[in-house]
């Protein structure tokens, strides 16, 4: 991702040493407890910039971006279509990439037998 792609009209950083401002934040409260690598098994994806970004609209939204501008999301560890809650305890950080790949799955717990997974498609 470039910086180009951004979805923001105008973007600055705070530096992540500012992290600590935000840990009674919602979302940002999960990388300042648990850290910034991405939680997939393998990938080494690690948020290093707080960005705060201003949309057209006026909002204004913080977030942890890799080196290469990958936005770190906040993901359900047991996702909440299984009953899994909002609290930190269920919470952890992952990279966009991987919470794409990891959709509506627990991590590292073999569920095909609850779901279908979406690359076995003739299941
Ligand atoms: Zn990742």
Avoid: Q
């Avoid at 080494?44 to 006026?58: H, N």
């Amino acid at each position: 991702m470039n910086i180009s792609d951004r979805k923001f009209e105008t973007m600055s950083e705070l530096g992540i040493d500012k992290l600590t401002k935000y840990r009674g934040h919602r979302r940002l409260k999960v990388f300042y407890y648990k850290g910034l690598t991405c939680s997939m098994e393998g990938c080494t994806k690690v948020g290093t910039r707080l960005i705060k970004g201003t949309s057209k609209l006026g909002s204004v939204h913080v977030d942890i971006y890799t080196d290469d501008f990958e936005l770190m999301n906040v993901d359900h560890y047991i996702p909440r279509s299984f009953g899994g809650s909002d609290h930190l305890d269920n919470l952890v950080p992952m990279c966009s990439t991987c919470n794409h790949m990891k959709g509506n799955k627990f991590i590292g717990v073999d569920m095909n037998h609850h779901f279908v997974s979406p690359t076995h498609p003739n299941i």
